[in-house]
């Protein structure tokens, strides 16, 4: 900072930042800087901390003439540059007053943005991969069954559904803090980390599940795209490691506890009343913490108070059973290391999963009263929270290990919280997302589906729902064939003399046809000529990198090295 000739106070700004949003289209750049006034223009000292600004990219010294190529995906990114910037200390973001706030003001920013856009992404991941998954599992046959028929397939459509209602749970959870005017920091960083980690588990189980379908791209490929771009929803506003690590535990443990910040504010300002006050209180909750948890554990939850009754009122019990657990290992954890907790983050992050999995589940279960109670969905409700413990189970285990606790370790292998859902609790997921029907849609709900067959997934909706109403035409003909009525075929050969013996109809027969031939189109994959495929591999590299004459050039050389 420094005074103009004019007599006012100005920055003088130098920055280089390898990657920013949206920076290669930005007219307005937010910048965030650690501001010196060596004069004490602003009475807060020399070195005056974080602060944020509002700089014109047509500023004089702001460099902004590149863009990067994030996995391929059309998002704007690019770094950016200043050399000797000069604005006005107006263009602190409130104004010099604000100067030094700067930290406050990003974890504010990014406790809403976090909360909101990258659940919501996310979620739709889950809920168009459900879809896809789900219709394509019906559609496509192998051995004269569809591939949802087998528990290969299954095993993953189950992961889909259930991680999919839960998604859809958080996000709305989280998004009604945020409308409430809330800037939840902690709860956005858990949305932010699980929903991206889990839209991830189940893009890679939606492409599992395409096989072939999914690695050819093309027009006719619905998750492959999704799958390139993925990396970059892990990576941006808070990589998913530094969050785990260090933001949800690290800043929950000090902000939610009731006495650590009091003890650590009564330490920097040498208040050794306030100091002794929050130390034996927080000495008298973990004190109660650990017999509660103990009660707790030793009863399985079952002495806890549900507020609801029924089939979920279980796991509120589980959850205050965990819940309890949690809050005296963290202060076991925080007597034990002290201020080197924050540089365990091996350990730090088994905490962040236990309480990411506890928000998960309360947010699961609010759903679930919030939309009626319906008895259908209670199969997703039991496998979401079912995995959810089982997460929590494997983060308590590995704190226990890790913390010299072998015989509390034991105690838990022996007495889990939790275990993965049953084999039969997934194959109800899984035959759900392979039915038409209220459930599967109130499941995938809000996102687009074309009601035309000429983009793919409108194709793959139409062949599903045709798929689902021959079904019972073909099991007619199968045991027309058990009773030898019928030669022992495949019921689609039986078509001729099926209709010919009286088995089904000539509308039926008619519907086979249809079937068979929009089932076949469905499944089939985009292919090129090498003429075709070399231009859009040359379209692709000009359109990422128009930007850059020289890089152009560059690329352009290694198109005609592929040609």
Not at 143 to 152: A, Y
Request: charged content about 20%; glycine content about 10%.
């Amino acid at each position: 900072m420094f005074k103009g000739e004019d007599g006012k106070l100005y920055l003088r700004l130098n920055w280089k930042k390898r990657y920013i949003t949206l920076g290669a289209i930005a007219t307005l750049l937010g910048l965030a800087f650690r501001l010196r006034d060596p004069e004490n223009y602003l009475g807060k000292g020399e070195n005056v901390g974080i602060t944020c600004a509002l700089i014109p990219t047509d500023t004089p010294g702001v460099v902004l003439n590149k863009r990067h190529d994030p996995m391929g995906v059309p998002f704007y990114n690019s770094p950016t540059e200043g050399h000797d910037v000069v604005v006005s200390v107006d263009q602190i973001i409130g104004g010099a007053q604000q100067a030094g706030q700067g930290w406050k003001m990003l974890m504010q920013t990014l406790a809403a943005g976090r909360g909101i856009s990258f659940p919501a992404s996310c979620t739709g991941v889950g809920k168009l991969v459900a879809r896809v998954t789900g219709a394509y599992a019906t559609v496509r046959q192998q051995f004269g069954l569809p591939i949802g028929r087998f528990e290969g397939i299954e095993e993953p459509l189950a992961r889909i559904g259930g991680l999919t209602y839960l998604m859809e749970a958080a996000r709305v959870y989280t998004c009604g803090a945020v409308d409430k005017g809330e800037q939840p920091a902690v709860i956005s960083a858990i949305a932010k980390y699980n929903l991206t980690e889990l839209s991830r588990k189940i893009i890679n189980d939606g492409m599992d599940i395409l096989g072939g379908a999914g690695i050819c791209r093309g027009p006719r490929n619905l998750l492959a795209n999704i799958y390139i771009a993925t990396p970059i929803s892990i990576t941006v506003e808070g990589a998913n490691i530094l969050t785990r690590t260090m933001m949800i535990f690290g800043q929950g443990a000090i902000r939610c506890h009731p006495f650590v910040y009091k003890e650590i504010t009564a330490l920097n300002q040498s208040d050794v009343g306030t100091f002794d006050c929050a130390f034996w209180h927080h000495i008298g909750l973990m004190v109660r913490n650990g017999f509660r948890a103990a009660l707790l554990s030793i009863c399985r939850g079952y002495l806890a108070h549900a507020p609801v009754k029924g089939a979920t009122a279980r796991y509120y019990r589980k959850l205050e059973w965990a819940s309890a657990t949690f809050a005296f290992l963290t202060d076991i954890a925080l007597f034990s290391f002290g201020g080197t907790l924050k540089r365990r983050e091996k350990l730090t992050g088994r905490f962040a999963d236990i309480l990411s999995w506890m928000y998960l589940g309360i947010a699961t279960l609010r759903r679930f009263e919030a939309e009626g109670c319906s008895p259908e969905d209670l199969s997703f409700v039991h496998w979401a929270m079912q995995y959810a413990f089982a997460q929590i189970q494997q983060g308590f285990e590995g704190i226990f290990s890790n913390m010299s606790m072998p015989v509390l370790a034991w105690w838990w292998r022996l007495n889990p919280i939790g275990i993965l859902p049953s084999d039969r609790l997934g194959s109800e997921i899984a035959h759900s997302l392979q039915t038409p029907g209220l459930l599967r849609d109130r499941l995938t709900a809000n996102i687009y589906i074309p009601s035309t067959v000429d983009e793919a997934l409108g194709r793959l909706e139409r062949a599903f729902l045709l798929s689902s109403q021959v079904e019972p035409i073909l099991k007619s003909i199968k045991a027309a064939s058990r009773v030898g009525k019928l030669p022992q075929q495949r019921p689609e050969k039986l078509v001729a003399a099926a209709l010919e013996a009286g088995v089904i109809s000539s509308q039926e027969a008619e519907i086979i046809r249809e079937t068979e031939s929009v089932r076949n189109d469905a499944i089939q994959v985009d292919a090129f000529t090498l003429e075709e495929y070399q231009l859009e591999g040359r379209e692709f590299f000009e359109l990422t990198t128009k930007d850059t004459k020289d890089t152009k050039e560059e690329i352009g050389d290694l198109v005609v090295v592929r040609e």
